[in-house]
């Protein structure tokens, strides 16, 4: 088993559809995605809206409008991630190929959204390669969310 990593959003303001988390492998790394979870805390009644989870192959250009994020090391004692996040892009990141959407489904705001693949079921990400977790659709009002993914560096 590779090093494990978080990619963590805490307490951010979404009001639009954007990539939530979007992660990029160097030239040298694949990685896993094994978990996504994420919640707000701020809209009270009952409202859905499409959350997808896409690869990038080729020629991968993150996003823009939010910020970087550190993959955390699970272990302390593991190396800095090879691998790249950013969180909160209002502009989606871009591939030179055609990007493929691996899941797709309404995430309940009130209820939260939690993804745990089984093992087998884990997507893998080739080297240059990218992956976001996105919103597709904005919600109605603004909502502080929170959340992270968990990520294997494979090589």
């Known amino acids: 088993m590779g090093r494990l990593y978080t990619i963590s959003i805490t307490d951010v303001a979404v009001t639009a559809a954007q990539d939530l988390?979007?992660?990029?492998?160097?030239?040298?790394?694949?990685?896993k995605l094994?978990?996504?979870e994420l919640g707000q805390k701020t809209l009270t009644t009952?409202?859905?809206?499409?959350?997808?989870?896409?690869?990038?192959?080729?020629?991968?250009?993150?996003?823009?409008?939010?910020s970087a994020a550190t993959p955390r090391?699970?272990?302390?004692?593991?190396?800095?991630?090879?691998i790249t996040?950013?969180?909160?892009?209002?502009?989606?990141?871009t591939t030179s190929g055609t990007a493929v959407t691996l899941l797709g489904?309404?995430?309940e705001f009130l209820n939260g959204f939690i993804w745990v693949p089984m093992p087998d079921e884990r997507p893998v990400f080739g080297p240059s390669t990218?992956?976001?977790?996105?919103?597709?659709?904005a919600p109605s009002a603004s909502m502080t969310v929170s959340g992270f993914a968990?990520?294997?560096?494979?090589?």
């Open 21 to 31: 988390i979007n992660i990029t492998a160097t030239s040298g790394m694949a990685f």
């Open 34 to 36: 094994w978990r996504v």
């Open 46 to 66: 009952w409202e859905a809206k499409g959350i997808t989870i896409n690869r990038f192959p080729a020629t991968v250009t993150a996003g823009s409008g939010g």
């Open 73 to 82: 090391p699970m272990n302390a004692g593991d190396a800095a991630a090879t």
């Open 85 to 93: 996040a950013r969180i909160n892009d209002t502009t989606s990141m």
């Open 105 to 107: 489904r309404d995430w």
């Open 130 to 137: 990218g992956c976001n977790i996105k919103l597709v659709t």
């Open 150 to 155: 968990v990520v294997e560096e494979l090589f």
